[in-house]
């Protein structure tokens, strides 16, 4: 496994089918997890977020609020408690133009659904040890979309309107 002291994070897990939110709780425990918040929507979730969760993984398609909406929320409403939260989008909705709307609601990591151990694992390495800087523009706050820098790059520069947000220790 990894090196890190996953016993030491707080994880929101929120999905509306019950078999799915054991099958994660069980693997985050594997890993050591012991602080495990579950909820079955977006609304019972941001009431969750009161309890400063370190890294949220969460569900698309519920009822009352999706999971897009709920990462919406946390990014963009002054109520949120933590707006840099690193939520992982755990879906079986996975096609190109899904992959899309979920990055440009905000959410840091993508997840298919059925889960792996393995992919669950290379997940929450990656936002613990790769975070991205977060960006805010007039219709987008979340992590920087680009994965990476290019320095032979000779389009348009379309970030010249962005403002680089550092990112706010939990």
Not at 36 to 48: D, H, V
């Amino acid at each position: 496994m990894s090196g890190y002291r996953f016993d030491r994070l707080k994880i929101l897990v929120v999905d509306d089918n019950q078999h799915m939110r054991k099958l994660v709780v069980a693997i985050l425990q594997a890993f050591g997890t012991t602080q495990i918040y579950e909820a079955s929507n977006g609304t019972r979730a941001l009431a969750l977020m009161r309890e400063a969760p370190d890294v949220v993984i969460l569900d698309w398609m519920m009822d009352e609020m999706n999971g897009i909406e709920f990462t919406r929320e946390v990014r963009t409403s002054p109520a949120s408690p933590n707006p840099y939260v690193p939520i992982i989008m755990l879906t079986g909705h996975t096609s190109a133009e899904c992959v899309q709307q979920a990055r440009d609601a905000g959410i840091n990591e993508f997840l298919a659904k059925p889960v792996s151990v393995k992919a669950m694992l290379a997940r929450l390495t990656a936002v613990i040890e790769y975070p991205r800087p977060f960006v805010r523009t007039k219709v987008y706050f979340g992590p920087c979309r680009r994965r990476r820098h290019r320095d032979d790059y000779k389009g348009l520069e379309r970030r010249s309107e962005f403002e680089i947000v550092d990112r706010v220790a939990s």
